[in-house]
């Protein structure tokens, strides 16, 4: 239904920053809300971000406040996740999700609510 494209992961140094970009296929992507994901070796997936289909409404997990900023361009087809300030092996890999359920004007926090994944793209901080 739609086709997710992460990139923009890396090697950075502790304090550093990213711009994770997430491409997305078809022309109904403005009508989706979108999340950012992460998981790192051994642990669970966890919702990161999220950002409902108009941009106007945001969640972000309590850890990455202040640090992390979702945002999108649905002229693009693409939502970011601006991620600074990152710690010290800090090493998961980031997905981006697709809720594709329209117009929903609450973002979704539970991973099954998002029916669409990317590949990922690895971050990696050295310790």
């Known amino acids: 239904q739609v086709q997710l494209v992460e990139s923009g992961g890396g090697l950075v140094q502790a304090g550093g920053s990213l711009r994770l970009s997430c491409a997305a296929s078809g022309r109904t992507f403005r009508s989706y809300n979108m999340g950012w994901f992460r998981q790192a070796p051994g642990k669970e997936r966890e919702l990161v971000a999220a950002?409902?289909?108009?941009?106007?409404?945001?969640y972000y997990t309590n850890s990455v406040k202040g640090r992390f900023t979702i945002s999108r361009d649905n002229t693009k087809n693409t939502v970011y996740l601006q991620v600074n300030s990152l710690n010290p092996a800090h090493t998961p890999v980031y997905y981006c999700a697709a809720d594709v359920r329209p117009y929903r004007v609450i973002v979704e926090l539970a991973a099954n609510g998002y029916s669409e994944w990317g590949q990922g793209t690895q971050v990696a901080v050295p310790s």
């Open positions: 950002i409902n289909f108009s941009g106007g409404s945001r």
